[in-house]
């Protein structure tokens, strides 16, 4: 089993960058594969990057090119460096995990963060 925890989200502007992190408690930390999404009032869950334990990387449409996921095994850390951000990003961001490979389905994941606020100003 493992807890996850996500940090990083404020309020920027428009074009601004960010770092969440998300920290991971419990064994076998390379076992996982660790996923961002996002979620805004009133819509789905969207899948935004997802990182294998073997470092392949996979990303949402809307923020390939801006957005790019890495991880620390030795920090048990996943990180979602963002940038160029823009408005339409502004969500609450998830981080979870799953054993095995990745996967942009949200359901595949067992564990997830409590999640973290990023706003975006125009």
């Known amino acids: 089993q493992v807890q996850l925890m996500e940090s990083g989200g404020r309020l920027v502007e428009a074009g601004a960058s960010l770092r969440l992190s998300c920290e991971a408690s419990g064994q076998y930390f390379r076992a996982y594969s660790i996923g961002w999404f996002r979620q805004n009032s009133g819509k789905e869950r969207e899948f935004v990057a997802a990182i294998s334990g073997g470092n392949t990387t996979a990303y949402g449409e809307s923020v390939k090119g801006r957005f790019t996921c890495s991880r620390d095994n030795g920090k048990s850390t996943v990180y979602l460096a963002m940038n160029n951000l823009k408005p339409e990003d502004t969500a609450i961001y998830y981080c979870?995990?799953?054993?095995?490979?990745?996967?942009?389905?949200?359901?595949?994941?067992?564990?997830w963060g409590q999640g973290t606020q990023v706003t975006i100003s125009s």
């Open positions: 979870a995990a799953k054993v095995g490979l990745r996967s942009d389905n949200r359901s595949h994941y067992a564990y």
